[in-house]
């Protein structure tokens, strides 16, 4: 894992904050996070996976990147690859390691089933004050909460930070504020387009769909 290393610290100097100032700008910065590291790697069938976030002092965000080398026959062997994306300078260094050692290397992910995560932010536009919008993954597999107006159900998957919600339905059809039922809209539609999720340096949770729409949760107990 020296490699590693090596590719952190080159990268490490960085003269102003490297922090998104809202999780708009956090998408944007994500996907292009994403999209030099799948280009870097170079890999065929890259699968880029979601970001370790290191602290405003490094600024970096380090990516596992999967794939297969270009031309390589069928059933080549996956190589993995870190990628350390450089977020003042949008610099990119990726290095090749053997897929046992991330897997020792990486950190575990923070559990985030079995909380009320209350929405703050529903694709940059804010949320309407004391209005209630709620994401519960169950550990069975469902996925619950309040939509602004209805209650939803659904199910989800969850694997290291790739996240998908689908099957969403609502618990009821009753009509509120015309407001509340853009607002409802909104929500459920970006839900179903998540992708991914992360837990930013704040608490926040942050899912994402491909298109940079994104949802802002908090914890509700920490409110």
Same mark, same amino acid.
């Given at each position: 894992?020296?490699?590693?290393?090596?590719?952190?610290? /080159?990268?490490? @100097?960085?003269? /102003? #904050?490297?922090?998104?100032?809202?999780?708009?700008?956090?998408? +944007?910065?994500?996907?292009? #996070?994403?999209?030099?590291?799948? !280009?870097?790697?170079?890999?065929?069938? +890259?699968?880029?996976?979601?970001?370790?976030? &290191?602290?405003?002092?490094?600024?970096?965000?380090? !990516?596992?990147?999967?794939?297969?080398?270009?031309?390589? @026959?069928?059933?080549?062997? =996956?190589?993995?690859?870190?990628?350390?994306?450089? !977020?003042? #300078?949008?610099?990119?260094?990726?290095?090749?390691? @053997?897929?046992?050692?991330?897997?020792?290397?990486? =950190?575990?992910? @923070?559990?985030?089933?079995?909380?009320?995560?209350?929405?703050?932010?529903?694709?940059?536009?804010?949320?309407?004050?004391?209005?209630?919008?709620?994401?519960?993954?169950?550990?069975?597999?469902?996925?619950?909460?309040?939509?602004?107006?209805?209650?939803?159900?659904?199910?989800?998957?969850?694997?290291?930070?790739?996240?998908?919600?689908?099957?969403?339905?609502?618990?009821?059809?009753?009509?509120?504020?015309?407001?509340?039922?853009?607002?409802?809209?909104?929500?459920?539609?970006?839900?179903?387009?998540? !992708?991914?999720?992360?837990?930013? =340096?704040?608490?926040?949770?942050?899912?994402?769909?491909?298109?940079?729409?994104?949802?802002? &949760? &908090? =914890?509700?107990?920490?409110?």
């Amino acid at each position: 894992m020296l490699a590693r290393g090596a590719a952190i610290a /080159a990268l490490a @100097p960085a003269a /102003a #904050s490297t922090y998104a100032s809202t999780p708009h700008a956090w998408a +944007a910065l994500d996907a292009r #996070s994403a999209a030099e590291c799948s !280009r870097v790697a170079g890999l065929a069938d +890259a699968k880029v996976g979601a970001p370790v976030r &290191f602290g405003d002092e490094l600024g970096i965000d380090v !990516r596992v990147v999967t794939g297969t080398v270009p031309n390589a @026959p069928h059933d080549a062997t =996956p190589v993995a690859m870190l990628c350390a994306f450089q !977020r003042s #300078s949008g610099g990119v260094e990726v290095v090749e390691v @053997p897929e046992a050692a991330l897997l020792v290397a990486l =950190p575990t992910a @923070p559990e985030i089933r079995g909380i009320t995560w209350r929405a703050e932010d529903i694709g940059g536009g804010g949320i309407i004050d004391r209005t209630r919008a709620t994401l519960v993954l169950g550990a069975d597999g469902s996925v619950s909460g309040n939509a602004s107006c209805n209650a939803y159900s659904g199910r989800y998957t969850l694997a290291g930070g790739a996240l998908a919600i689908g099957e969403l339905s609502l618990a009821n059809d009753r009509s509120c504020a015309p407001s509340l039922m853009s607002q409802e809209k909104r929500f459920l539609e970006a839900l179903g387009a998540v !992708r991914s999720v992360e837990l930013l =340096p704040t608490g926040a949770l942050l899912a994402s769909g491909p298109d940079g729409q994104s949802l802002r &949760f &908090f =914890p509700e107990t920490a409110r």
